[in-house]
């Protein structure tokens, strides 16, 4: 277990008397203990239960504010397994649904109660992943919400240890020669390397491989090793301080890096972390989310009342284009169709001023409509060429369509009623009227 600072249980007077002084608290190193205490250094190195410090709500504040400059939280290694295996599937939702049941024989646990996050998988499908209790994890989390370090990613302690690919031993060209190609290929196994950090006299921390690592007593390092030494190659193990340990997960890389541990992050799924907000941010999101809401609905707005005028306009156009074309038959091309219009009904030759249009005719007939009331006119066609204005009529019986017809006969003497249909209430024809 981490060893905590005799001292860390301050009082009343040493918080006020700190107070002023968290507010620039070198807290780079932050990690939880086997208890799930979360922990944080102090200026000398020590450690402190954050719990302690947040009892004072100024102090709480405090903490909170030095804590925004955290990326990492370490997490005990022992608590969780790191495991390394083949996961059938070529696309990611294929082989993610079947990681858990992969490892499911490796597992005291039944998956539905672990959490499983990807460390690492090759285009083979061997793939590197921490496993570990939901419940832990949700533990975890909250702790971090609630001292202001949701966007902190959670990495296995052992990461804070440095790795570097072991050195391969090559046989000769004379000793291949004597000991043939088996032994060649015995002797290019490459030999296991072990990074140690002794935390305490009962915690040593063990990093294996790039994935991969443990903690453990001496007693259960010892018997690991052992086992490894029987089962593969020696095992060379290099011994860290605590200065030696990396703050990243990179020995190439100083301070806390979220890119270069984000491979090494626990938090996936539904424990994936917030991105960090400051506090202007959070205090205008919504109402900024609200104007840039009726922004958009004021943008659509524009854009379906420009669609509707363009509706309107080309509709307006081709209807202006059927009615020159009705009056002016003649004209084959439309090129300027106000200068056009303007010319025929300006100019013209004498045939064209004195021939009747519909509007002429009807308004000329509609008088005698105006005497039978029980016709109904269903339609009305013009035929420009023929100059034929086409009723079709309908009324409660045929004589009121006849009588109508003799009366458009006097005006017209072309015109002819046509009856169609005849029963013993409604009557139909079409009364085709020419203009003399």
């Known amino acids: 277990m981490l060893q905590k600072h005799p001292e860390q249980k301050p009082n009343s007077a040493q918080v006020s008397s700190e107070k002023a002084e968290m507010a620039?608290?070198?807290?780079?190193?932050?990690?939880?203990?086997?208890?799930?205490?979360?922990?944080?250094?102090?200026?000398?190195?020590?450690?402190?239960?954050?719990?302690?410090?947040?009892?004072?709500?100024?102090?709480?504040?405090?903490?909170?504010?030095?804590?925004?400059?955290?990326?990492?939280?370490?997490v005990p290694s022992e608590q969780m397994n790191l495991l390394h295996g083949l996961v059938p599937g070529k696309r990611r939702a294929d082989w993610m649904a079947a990681l858990p049941y992969a490892f499911e024989e490796s597992l005291s646990d039944p998956v539905e109660t672990l959490h499983f996050a990807v460390l690492n998988r090759t285009?083979?499908?061997?793939?590197?992943?921490?496993?570990?209790?939901?419940d832990r994890m949700q533990l975890w989390v909250e702790q971090l919400q609630q001292s202001g370090l949701d966007h902190a990613l959670l990495v296995p302690d052992c990461f804070r240890l440095p790795w570097t690919v072991p050195q391969t031993d090559t046989l000769s060209s004379e000793s291949v020669a004597k000991a043939g190609v088996e032994a060649e290929s015995q002797a290019k196994k490459t030999q296991q390397a072990w990074s140690v950090y002794r935390q305490s006299a009962q915690r040593w921390v063990v990093r294996t491989g790039p994935f991969s690592g443990f903690a453990a007593t001496?007693?259960?390092?010892?018997?690991?090793?052992?086992?490894?030494?029987?089962?593969?190659?020696?095992?060379?193990?290099?011994?860290?301080?605590?200065?030696?340990?990396?703050?990243?997960?990179?020995?190439?890389?100083?301070?806390?890096?979220?890119?270069?541990?984000?491979?090494?992050?626990?938090?996936?799924?539904?424990?994936?972390?917030?991105?960090?907000?400051?506090?202007?941010?959070?205090?205008?999101?919504?109402?900024?989310?609200?104007?840039?809401?009726?922004?958009?609905?004021?943008?659509?707005?524009?854009?379906?009342?420009?669609?509707?005028?363009?509706?309107?306009?080309?509709?307006?156009?081709?209807?202006?284009?059927?009615?020159?074309?009705q009056r002016f038959p003649e004209v084959k091309r439309?090129?300027?169709?106000?200068?056009?219009?303007?010319?025929?009904?300006?100019?013209?030759?004498?045939?064209?001023?004195?021939?009747?249009?519909?509007?002429?005719?009807?308004?000329?007939?509609?008088?005698?409509?105006?005497n039978y009331s029980q016709v109904k006119i269903k339609r009305l066609d013009w035929k420009a060429t023929s100059q034929e204005l086409s009723f079709q009529l309908e009324a409660p019986q045929?004589?009121?369509?006849?009588?109508?017809?003799?009366?458009?006969?006097?005006?017209?003497?072309?015109?002819?009623?046509?009856?169609?249909?005849?029963?013993?209430?409604?009557?139909?024809?079409?009364?085709?009227?020419v203009a003399d």
């Not at 992050?265 to 424990?271: K, V």
């Not at 106000?338 to 009747?356: D, L, M, P």
């Open 24 to 74: 620039e608290f070198d807290v780079q190193h932050v990690c939880f203990d086997l208890s799930g205490n979360l922990l944080f250094a102090d200026r000398e190195g020590q450690l402190q239960e954050a719990a302690l410090w947040q009892q004072n709500e100024g102090q709480k504040q405090a903490l909170q504010k030095a804590f925004a400059g955290v990326a990492i939280v370490w």
């Open 123 to 134: 285009v083979e499908g061997e793939t590197d992943v921490a496993v570990i209790s939901r």
């Open 218 to 325: 001496p007693q259960w390092f010892e018997q690991l090793k052992n086992l490894q030494v029987h089962q593969h190659q020696p095992v060379s193990v290099q011994f860290y301080e605590s200065t030696q340990l990396l703050q990243s997960c990179d020995a190439s890389r100083k301070g806390q890096d979220r890119k270069v541990c984000g491979q090494f992050n626990l938090r996936s799924g539904p424990f994936a972390p917030r991105q960090r907000q400051s506090g202007e941010w959070r205090r205008w999101r919504w109402p900024l989310v609200s104007v840039a809401a009726l922004v958009v609905v004021y943008l659509l707005g524009l854009t379906l009342q420009a669609q509707h005028d363009r509706q309107q306009a080309e509709a307006y156009q081709m209807q202006t284009q059927a009615l020159f074309k």
């Open 334 to 370: 439309i090129v300027n169709l106000r200068a056009q219009a303007k010319s025929g009904f300006a100019g013209g030759n004498a045939a064209q001023v004195s021939a009747i249009g519909p509007a002429e005719m009807v308004h000329k007939i509609e008088g005698l409509f105006a």
């Open 398 to 433: 045929v004589s009121q369509l006849q009588s109508l017809a003799q009366g458009v006969q006097k005006l017209y003497s072309r015109s002819e009623l046509k009856v169609k249909n005849v029963s013993q209430t409604l009557a139909e024809g079409v009364l085709y009227v």
